[in-house]
Every structure is written in structure tokens, then in C-alpha cells.
């Protein structure tokens, strides 16, 4: 065994972290990854004043290491909490974020039967709303066949298989029905931002789910154009949004006749989902 502690090895792992920028608080849920599953997270702080098994200091250096690479936390460990639950996350897919808890929220202010989700990436949304709304069925469409087996393993994970239907889709060009709530987590950075992010997101997740190129708003007027078709009478249609794309995509919904369109601010206060309704007059039609 190791002379040295848990203790001690992960907090000389933080130091080296934050000299490098990154966390220091990282150290600790790399250690407890390190562990293993079967390490309650009560004893935790017993067993780092224990020395480190051989096995497991082997473990969190190449966790450290990873990190140190600025790969994601999520991706070291494989997992994201979200909402509720924990899903599995790999770099074909986008970490779940805490400011798409909004969308989530405001989707529940409403009770729904028909859900679609659009790009749903580790299912996180599509999932947590099935899971919120027991009589509800739905379906998730991306285009990527990786990011839909994490969905399709998520959804059995976390008990809403039977409910939850996954297909590959370019948005709305493989759906087939009707829903009483659309709801969507696009990539909306445009091309000339990607350079700016940090490396942790632009090197590590898929390009595919953070920009569609240009000026990132391509996604919400495919989706504005399209959804009126796939939408109840009265049904919901909603995005998450960048912080400063509220008035571009709001437009693009008002010219393609959706009404009573709202924004909700994330717990920043940054402009994060956008909100329209399909009339209630089922002779209305789509505009554009």
C-alpha cells in the first residue's frame, strides 16, 4: 500500500489542477471515481485517511491525468447528474447542463401526453420529462446513431424504455405525428465563437451538438418552419436558447404564425428558453 493517504495524494492532485486552472474541488470526485461504484459516498472521508491501495492510486493518476488533458469531468467518470437523475455521458454526446434545467421546468408547467424532442443527444430532457409526467410517451430524434444508443441506455437505466422511442432524424425530416409539446436543445453557437470556448467543451464534445456554422441560428428556423406540421392545436414549441438569440428566434416563430411567444431567464438571469403555442384555430396555417 501507498505511505501516503488518500488525503494526501488527493490534495497534492488539487493543487496540481488549479495551477493548471482547473478546479481544485475536481480532485475529490475523481477520487471517489477511483474507488469504484461500491464506495459509499459517506465513507469517503474515512477511507482517505486510510493509505491509498496501489489499485486505486493507479486509478485517480490516470483520472488526473485526463483531467489535466481538460477533458470532461462527465466524460472521466462517464456520468452527469441532471435534473433528477444521473445519465451516462461519452464524447459523442453534449454534457448535460444545469441552465437546461429551465427548459425542463418551464415544460412542466403544463401537463402533456405527445413529447418530442429534438437532437436529444443523452436523452437527458426527453427522459426527465417522461419521468415527470408518468402518462406521457415520446420520441427523441438526432442524427447521430452514438448519441441515440446513450439515449436508448439511458431511457432503459432510468425505467421509461416502454415509453421513450428513439430515431435517427435530421430535425423533423423522419417524424412522423403529431405532439402537444416540441421541445429542443439545439447547437446554436455560431462558427466564429467556437474558437473562443474553453478547451474542456470545444476539444472534448461533439462539434456536431454545439454549432451548426454560421451564424447559429439554423436549427430554430428549420425547426420554425417545420414544427407547426408535427403540432397539435394549442401545442407548445420550445428551445433553448443562446443569451443573446431571443429576438432572432422569437421573429422566426412570429413569421411562421406561432403566437403567445415568451422568454424565461435562466437562474443567471441570461435569456434561456423560448416558448410559442400553435393556434387553437386548426384552419391556421404556417407562414413562410
Known amino acids: 500500500m501507498s505511505a501516503q493517504t488518500g488525503l494526501q495524494v488527493m490534495n497534492a492532485a488539487g493543487a496540481r489542477l488549479e495551477a493548471a486552472g482547473i478546479a481544485r474541488a475536481d480532485a475529490r470526485v475523481l477520487m471517489a471515481h477511483a474507488f469504484g461504484p461500491d464506495m459509499p459516498r459517506h465513507a469517503l472521508s ?6 491509498l491501495p496501489p489499485e486505486t492510486a493507479h486509478r485517480f493518476e490516470e483520472a488526473i491525468a485526463a483531467r489535466l488533458s481538460r477533458q470532461p ?6 456520468a452527469r447528474l441532471f435534473w433528477k437523475d444521473s445519465f451516462r455521458v461519452t464524447r459523442d454526446t453534449l454534457d448535460p447542463r444545469p441552465e437546461t434545467e429551465t427548459l425542463i421546468a418551464a415544460a412542466l408547467e403544463a401537463p402533456f401526453t405527445r413529447l418530442l ?3 436529444t443527444g443523452t436523452g437527458c430532457i426527453l427522459i426527465s420529462l417522461l419521468k415527470s409526467m408518468p402518462g406521457a410517451q415520446g420520441v427523441g430524434t438526432d442524427l447521430s446513431p452514438e448519441a441515440l444508443e446513450v439515449a436508448r441506455g439511458n431511457g432503459v437505466d432510468l425505467g421509461v424504455d416502454p415509453r421513450a422511442r428513439w430515431i435517427a432524424s435530421d430535425w423533423l425530416a423522419q417524424v412522423t405525428g403529431e405532439f402537444d409539446l416540441i421541445v429542443s436543445n439545439p447547437p446554436y453557437i455560431a462558427a466564429d465563437e467556437m474558437a ?26 428549420v425547426m420554425a418552419r417545420d414544427a407547426g406540421a408535427h403540432l397539435t392545436p394549442g401545442g407548445r414549441l420550445m428551445f433553448e436558447i443562446g443569451p443573446t438569440q431571443a429576438a432572432a428566434v422569437s421573429a ?18 441570461r435569456d434561456r428558453v423560448v416558448l410559442a403555442y400553435k393556434p387553437m384555430d386548426t384552419g391556421a396555417r404556417a407562414r413562410g
Open 46 to 51: 474515512e477511507r482517505l485517511a486510510q493509505p
Open 252 to 269: 422566426e416563430l412570429s413569421a411562421h404564425g406561432f403566437e403567445r411567444i415568451e422568454i424565461r431567464p435562466d437562474l443567471d438571469g
Open 117 to 119: 424532442d429534438l437532437g
Open 73 to 78: 469531468v462527465s466524460q472521466i467518470i462517464g
Open 196 to 221: 473562443g470556448l474553453s478547451p474542456d467543451v470545444r476539444d472534448w464534445e461533439p462539434h456536431l451538438a454545439l454549432s451548426p456554422g454560421g451564424d447559429g441560428l439554423e436549427p430554430y428556423r
